[in-house]
Antibody
Framework: QVQLQQSGPGLVKPSQTLSLTCAISGDSVSSNSAAWNWIRQSPSRGLEWLGRTYYRSKWYNDYAVSVKSRITINPDTSKNQFSLQLNSVTPEDTAVYYC????????????WGKGTTVTVSS | DIVMTQTPLSLSVTPGQPASISCKSSQSLLHSDGKTYLYWYLQKPGQSPQLLIYEVSSRFSGVPDRFSGSGSGTDFTLKISRVEAEDVGVYYCMQGIHLPPTFGQGTKVEIK
């Protein structure tokens, strides 16, 4: 059974970097058939996909246009996890952040982490 | 980006009665491979979204058969044949044909 365990701080100061980690059990971050996503949810934006990382003989990333200049998603094969970094945060980045596995076009994002509430405030 | 529009935004249902949620996409979700990439998720209170329906009408593992999905192209419907107390939460449709995946605004289902 695939599980995703999220970790990271719940409070980040404006202009600093939001950093979250998603540890994978039951699957591999290097899987040739999965992709590893970050999604956030806020009252103003609803559910918003932020980006993903995946391995198909080499590593690829896709990012949402709205955060493309500020986001990095990295795999960590030694720990079987992936991370989210969002730079130069503002209060508008306050949200619940989820990691999720994409297992293919058929079932898309079928496993989600429990979510991390991140507040951007001084 | 593809815009997903759900109606209604809230629904109050008597247990044992049916419920229906509509989802419309701004572009067709029919792929050249013949599949339609429309999904339904349920977010129960305090939980993360969980996959209910994939490819319009297929129930994900463990999903009760009182849930059914239908539709084609740009118009889709999720039906609950007999609502139970455990079905409360917010239901989202999502498209997976083009990046970025986009979600509807959500439909909050509560029990009368």
């Amino acid at each position: 059974q695939v599980q995703l365990q999220q970790s990271g701080p719940g409070l980040v100061k404006p202009s600093q970097t939001l950093s979250l980690t998603c540890a994978i059990s039951g699957d591999s971050v290097s899987s040739n058939s999965a992709a590893w996503n970050w999604i956030r949810q806020s009252p103003s934006r609803g559910l918003e996909w932020l980006g993903r990382t995946y391995y198909r003989s080499k590593w690829y990333n896709d990012y949402a246009v709205s955060v493309k200049s500020r986001i990095t998603i990295n795999p960590d094969t030694s720990k079987n996890q992936f991370s989210l970094q969002l730079n130069s945060v503002t209060p508008e980045d306050t949200a619940v952040y989820y990691c999720a596995r994409w297992s293919g076009r058929k079932t898309n994002m079928d496993v989600w982490g429990k979510g991390t509430t991140v507040t951007v405030s001084s | 980006d593809i815009v997903m529009t759900q109606t209604p935004l809230s629904l109050s249902v008597t247990p044992g009665q049916p419920a229906s949620i509509s989802c419309k996409s701004s572009q067709s979700l029919l792929h050249s491979d013949g599949k339609t990439y429309l999904y339904w998720y349920l977010q129960k209170p305090g939980q993360s979204p969980q996959l209910l329906i994939y490819e319009v009408s297929s129930r994900f593992s463990g999903v009760p058969d009182r849930f059914s999905g239908s539709g084609s192209g740009t118009d889709f419907t999720l039906k609950i044949s007999r609502v139970e107390a455990e079905d409360v939460g917010v239901y989202y449709c999502m498209q997976g044909i083009h990046l970025p995946p986009t979600f509807g605004q959500g439909t909050k289902v509560e029990i009368k």
